[in-house]
């Protein structure tokens, strides 16, 4: 860990967390986040340009952000959220359809370096009388809001935010850590490479029900960080459904998700055309034959359910088209993921947690044979393919060794790593340190 890494997390650790039930009107807060990652080496029979290194290798990333929020007026609120990061991902963030580091695209080189991650409004109006307390947490101010109600999030953030929430696998900073567990991995949500964007969500509660919309920017090429501000001609629009309920008087949710990109990216139909009438040439020929205005489109639903007071439990599923490139989030065209979260309270660490998850990734017929033609896109491309779905299991364990401050140790298996059955299994270990303060 560089120095000035280990001076912010030591900062971090000074300044614990405090808990507050009375309303906030404004709101400074911060996290720090360092992990660490060691892949021994697997066997494999060949490797491309944008192969997971089959030898030994080493990856960390650090981040740091404050949270700043305050409500210039009632029922508004203004938030602003500053980052640094550094980092050196696993193999520069290719060779994998599930990344094994959530944090690695917050991170671009090992120079510290600061960025304005959001700066959205949030306002509520209020559908009915009954009101409940929501709690202090980051981009949130503790306070009474209307049981029914309609919020406008509107400015910098990221479609995360809103959509595709879960208890138990969302934020790779204190659960799991893989992508594969933050997200629908075949959720092609538009964004920059960091993944925020410009844009509009709503978000309309009433009784047990929560619909959601939003229309986000992306970027001007695939996974690029220049973003592309005509919000009217390329987008990805979001629209999801959720339900809350009891089973055994348990809590769960259900919610179903579907998505719409408009925006300049290749086929994968085209792409192969282009490898086969162009032998011997770039096998990155998706730059080639990009059109203007392709679209992509997605449905998924995400159950989360309590099982005890201690234990929940997950899953996600998601099928996308699957015709044309990775717009910006990673490479998989349908994808599965369910897993278990069990808080320490049985062994009196009740701000521990275990989880353990399975996921499983697939591709298009289309994006298997760019591939298996020697065809190389943004994050994937061996020089050849041996398809079979990308599997992994992902296990951690999160102690909370002081206010504010938890130690998780992380093991995940990947088989078929960037769908290839001639190379793996990887083996990733990882160690997190995460304070907020």
Excluded at 367 to 379: C, K
Aim: aromatic share 12%.
């Amino acid at each position: 860990m560089r120095l000035h890494s280990i001076l912010l997390l030591g900062i971090a650790i000074a300044t614990p967390c405090l808990a507050d039930e009375t309303e906030e009107n404004w709101q400074a807060k911060g996290q720090a986040t360092y992990v660490w990652q060691k892949s021994p080496g697997f066997p494999a029979d060949y490797s491309g340009p944008n192969s997971l290194s089959a030898k030994h290798e080493r990856g960390y990333t650090f981040t740091s952000t404050a949270y700043l929020g305050v409500r210039p007026w009632k029922n508004g609120e203004l938030y602003l959220n500053i980052e640094v990061g550094q980092g050196d991902a696993l193999s520069g963030l290719t060779g994998l359809g599930g990344f094994s580091n959530g944090e690695a695209t917050r991170v671009s080189g090992s120079k510290l370096k600061a960025y304005r991650q959001r700066l959205f409004l949030r306002q509520t109006w209020a559908l009915g009388d009954e009101t409940e307390f929501v709690e202090s947490a980051f981009n949130q101010m503790a306070g009474h809001v209307a049981q029914d109600r309609f919020v406008l999030t509107a400015g910098n953030f990221s479609a995360l935010d809103i959509f595709d929430g879960n208890a138990y696998a969302k934020d790779p900073r204190t659960q799991f850590m893989n992508w594969s567990n933050m997200a629908h991995t075949a959720f092609d949500y538009a964004a920059d490479a960091r993944g925020f964007g410009w844009g509009l969500a709503g978000e309309w509660y009433q009784g047990d029900w929560v619909l959601r919309f939003g229309r986000m920017t992306g970027p001007k090429e695939p996974n690029g960080q220049v973003v592309d501000y005509r919000i009217m001609h390329h987008y990805g629009d979001q629209i999801e459904i959720e339900h809350s309920h009891q089973i055994a008087e348990r809590p769960g949710k259900v919610r179903l998700l579907a998505f719409r990109n408009r925006a300049t990216l290749a086929t994968y139909a085209e792409a192969s055309a282009w490898l086969d009438s162009h032998p011997g040439q770039d096998r990155q020929a998706i730059l080639n034959v990009r059109n203007d205005e392709q679209i992509k489109y997605g449905f998924g639903i995400n159950i989360e359910q309590a099982i005890t007071n201690n234990l929940g439990a997950f899953l996600r599923a998601m099928h996308a088209d699957g015709r044309s490139e990775t717009f910006a989030f990673t490479e998989a065209d349908a994808s599965f993921a369910t897993g278990l979260a069990l808080k320490g309270g049985a062994w009196g660490r009740a701000d521990d947690t275990f989880g353990l998850a399975w996921m499983r990734n697939t591709l298009s017929n289309e994006r298997r044979n760019y591939l298996a033609q020697g065809g190389i896109s943004f994050f994937i491309g061996d020089g050849g393919l041996n398809y079979r779905p990308e599997s992994i299991v992902e296990t951690y364990y999160s102690w909370k060794a002081l206010p504010g401050l938890w130690l998780s140790a992380d093991y995940q298996r990947i088989q078929n790593p960037a769908y290839n059955a001639d190379r793996g299994p990887a083996h990733i270990g990882s160690l997190r340190v995460h304070a907020e303060f």
